[in-house]
């Protein structure tokens, strides 16, 4: 039991000194040392998330409107280049409910049918995100949900990365080694920290749906005006890739031998 519980506590201690930047054990005869790794490069891919939202008391109407500004969209993006593969519904629903009338009452009478059509595009080539957009709007897009940028090569990125982070371990480590009077031997323990490349996507908050009254009255519920398919020249939209970072962060373990070279 007490070799079970000295295990515990080695374990417990080991990872607060990988918790540190650097540590030092003369217990252990080991030096345990973060490096980073960080390059900065042109994004080469962007990702446009994109929502179409219909309304109307027909679920057949309500569908056919979300399926006609998605052809408009898609012909836009094929004209712009972009491969039919790259163009995908990510999400596709509809959902039923009772509007209110002018004094705030459910009307119980009325259904209505909302659907919702995403499409996640796949930019590669970035100097189009701006004719996109503005040919989104005007295709009769509800909203533009996500406006991403990345690299299409984030391994070859990565591989750089962490090189620069190994190599920013061992400067550390050496500098350290020098000040306290010893030389670093082998690595005995590497880690390499988790990394997200593509981030998490953001999505706003469901619109609410107290916005027909004003097509409400004792006949029969018409519903909103269905978003325009427009035809015309797309508004210009002018957008900046800037640069993404790339980091690669390690945890490296050198055993530690007595003396100076």
Not at 79 to 107: K, M, V, W
């Amino acid at each position: 039991m007490e070799h079970k519980r000295g295990g515990r506590r080695r374990w417990r201690r080991r990872l607060e000194r990988r918790a540190a930047e650097a540590s030092w054990s003369q217990e252990d005869g080991t030096l345990v040392v973060r490096g980073f790794g960080r390059l900065y490069s042109a994004p080469d891919l962007a990702i446009v998330g994109l929502r179409v939202e219909t309304v109307n008391a027909s679920l057949e109407e309500a569908l056919g409107g979300a399926d006609e500004i998605i052809g408009a969209l898609i012909e836009r993006f094929r004209a712009l280049g972009i491969a039919r593969e790259d163009i995908q519904t990510s999400d596709l629903n509809f959902e039923t409910s009772h509007p209110e009338d002018r004094l705030g009452n459910l009307r119980s009478d009325i259904t209505v049918y909302e659907v919702t059509h995403r499409l996640t595009v796949m930019l590669r080539d970035v100097s189009v995100v701006g004719q996109v957009l503005a040919g989104s709007t005007a295709a009769g897009v509800t909203s533009i949900d996500r406006l991403s940028w990345h690299s299409a090569d984030i391994g070859a990125l990565k591989a750089r990365a962490r090189d620069l982070a190994i190599a920013d371990a061992r400067a550390h480590a050496e500098q350290l080694a020098a000040q306290i009077g010893v030389k670093l031997g082998a690595i005995v323990a590497l880690e390499e920290e988790p990394f997200s490349p593509w981030g998490r996507p953001w999505r706003r908050a469901r619109r609410g749906r107290r916005d027909f009254d004003e097509d409400m009255d004792d006949g029969e519920f018409s519903g909103p005006p269905a978003p325009e398919v427009g035809a015309g020249a797309p508004p210009v939209i002018s957008v900046e890739g800037g640069q993404q970072r790339t980091t690669v962060r390690v945890i490296v373990e050198w055993a530690l031998e007595e003396g100076q070279d």
